[in-house]
Nanobody
């Protein structure tokens, strides 16, 4: 079994910062790309940022220059540093990882449990 467990999030004022973490555990052979998605109220879940095994990153236009994704391969963990937060960043944030697990034929996507980020004064 593979699990993604998220931490971080909460309430922050506009202009503030938060860091999200997501640790993968279980019967892991290899972790490929990892990323963060978010779902705002009444909207679909959208990609926020993604990072490959080699460290190549891509970001949604709305967060470029404010958010930074990183990963610690030794800890099987991905992070999302969020700066200059805006009310429109309010959403439930989900981590995602494409993981090859022991006994599986092919890698598949796993999801974290989700964490609420609220940006409000």
């Amino acid at each position: 079994q593979v699990q993604l467990v998220q931490s971080g999030g909460g309430l922050v004022q506009p202009g503030g910062s938060l860091t999200l973490s997501c640790a993968a555990s279980g019967s892991i052979v290899k972790i490929n790309a990892m990323g963060w998605y978010r779902r705002a109220p009444g909207k679909q879940r959208d990609l926020v940022a993604r990072i490959t095994t080699g460290g190549t990153t891509n970001y949604a236009d709305s967060v470029k220059g404010r958010f930074t994704i990183s990963r610690d391969n030794a800890k099987n963990t991905v992070y999302l540093q969020m700066n200059s937060l805006k009310p429109e960043d309010t959403a439930v944030y989900y981590c995602n990882a494409n993981i090859q697990s022991f006994g599986a034929m092919l890698p598949r996507d796993y999801w974290g449990q989700g964490t609420q980020v609220t940006v409000s004064s």
